[in-house]
């Protein structure tokens, strides 16, 4: 499984980021996918998932302000993040599943497959 992360990098408080993860072609059809956070000292967090039907589940810290899309013609999943607060300062993680629904983020997290991650740090 191929997992590609770009889009990370520094911003002030309040301002945005996207973040993109172009996945392989028969994952992007498949699978579910998301993006985890961990933050340095802490545990790797779910932030939000995409099942394959379009159902998407947020984590309460980032319910409005963070918005999942996807591009088909990319085979890219997009995480736009707005209202960016320090506490958003993380390196980011796409993941993917071959299963329809990703689930609890704690199940998503044991089955799914990594990309390399891309920093956001909020300042």
């Known amino acids: 499984v191929q997992l590609v992360e770009s889009g990370g990098g520094s911003v002030q408080a309040g301002g945005s980021l996207r973040l993109s993860c172009a996945a392989s072609r028969y994952m992007y059809d498949n699978g579910c996918m998301g993006w985890f956070r961990q933050a340095p000292g802490k545990e790797r967090e779910g932030v939000a998932t995409i099942d394959t039907d379009g159902s998407t589940r947020y984590a309460d810290s980032v319910k409005g302000r963070f918005t999942l899309s996807k591009d088909n013609a990319k085979n890219t999943l997009y995480l736009q993040m707005n209202s960016l607060k320090p506490e958003d300062s993380a390196m980011y993680y796409c993941?993917?599943?071959?299963?329809?629904?990703?689930?609890?983020?704690?199940?998503?997290?044991?089955?799914?497959?990594w990309g390399q991650g891309t920093q956001v740090t909020v300042s």
């Open positions: 993941a993917a599943d071959l299963a329809r629904y990703c689930g609890a983020f704690s199940g998503f997290f044991a089955r799914a497959s």
